[in-house]
C-alpha cells in the first residue's frame, strides 16, 4: 500500500530499536552461558528469514490474492513509496514470532529468535530501498543485487525472487539465466 514518507522510513527507526530491546532483554534474561545460545539462535534466525523472505515473495507476493495486486502495483511503480505500514509489520512479527516462540520456549529464545527475524526483514527493507532508491555503480554486494532485482522487474517475474541473498534462488532453480547487458538492466531498474 502507498505510505506516507513518515510511514516509509519509520521501519529504519522503529526496527533498530526494536532488536536492540529484544538483544537487552534476551541477553540479560540469558546470563553467562545462555548468551551463546542467545547469539547462536539469532543469526540461525536471519538466515532463516532469507528463506522466508523468498518463499514470501515467491509466493505470497506473486500468487496470493490482493496482496498480488498491491506488489504488482510496486512492479509497475517501483520508485513509489509502497510496502507494508509499520505498526502492521511489526504486529505481525510480535504475534508470528515473538508469542508463539515465548509460550513454546522462553524469553531467551523468544528474544534471540525475534530479534533475529527482525534483523533479516531490516536488511530486506533496507536492501530493497538501497536498489529502488540509489544509484548504485560500484560492482559489490549492492550492484550484483540490483542487478538480479532488475531482471526480476523487467525480466521475467519467475525468478530472482531473493531480493538479500540469491541463495534459496540457486537452491529452487529460480535464479535468472537470461544474459543481458548491465547498462540496460540497471538503466531500466533505475526508472
Known amino acids: 500500500m502507498h505510505l506516507s514518507k513518515l510511514n516509509y522510513y519509520s521501519d529504519f527507526v522503529v526496527y533498530p530499536l526494536s532488536i536492540m530491546t529484544f538483544a537487552l532483554l534476551g541477553l540479560l534474561h540469558a546470563g553467562g552461558r545462555g548468551a551463546e545460545l542467545w547469539t547462536l539462535l539469532f543469526f540461525g534466525s536471519i538466515v532463516a528469514w532469507t528463506l522466508l ?7 505470497l507476493f506473486h500468487h496470493f490474492p490482493y496482496v498480488k495486486d498491491m506488489h504488482e502495483r510496486h512492479h509497475d511503480a517501483e ?20 508469542v508463539p516462540a515465548l509460550l ?41 543485487l540490483k542487478r538480479r532485482h532488475a531482471l526480476h522487474h523487467h525480466g521475467s517475474e519467475g525468478f530472482n525472487f531473493g531480493v538479500t541473498t540469491g541463495i534459496w534462488d540457486r537452491i529452487f532453480h529460480t535464479a535468472a539465466t537470461e544474459h543481458r547487458p548491465d547498462s540496460l538492466v540497471l538503466a531500466s531498474g533505475s526508472r
Do not use: C, N, Q
Not at 523472505?53 to 509466493?59: C, D, G, S
Open 79 to 98: 520508485r513509489e513509496l509502497l510496502g507494508t505500514p509499520v505498526w502492521l509489520s511489526l504486529l505481525a512479527h510480535l504475534l508470528i514470532v515473538f
Open 53 to 59: 523472505e523468498y518463499l514470501l515473495h515467491r509466493f
Open 104 to 144: 513454546l520456549f522462553d524469553l531467551k529464545v523468544a528474544t534471540s529468535v525475534s530479534g533475529g527475524i527482525m534483523t533479516g526483514y531490516l536488511w530486506y527493507v533496507v536492501t530493497h530501498h538501497v536498489i529502488h532508491h540509489w544509484h548504485v555503480s560500484h560492482r559489490g554486494y549492492l550492484y550484483r
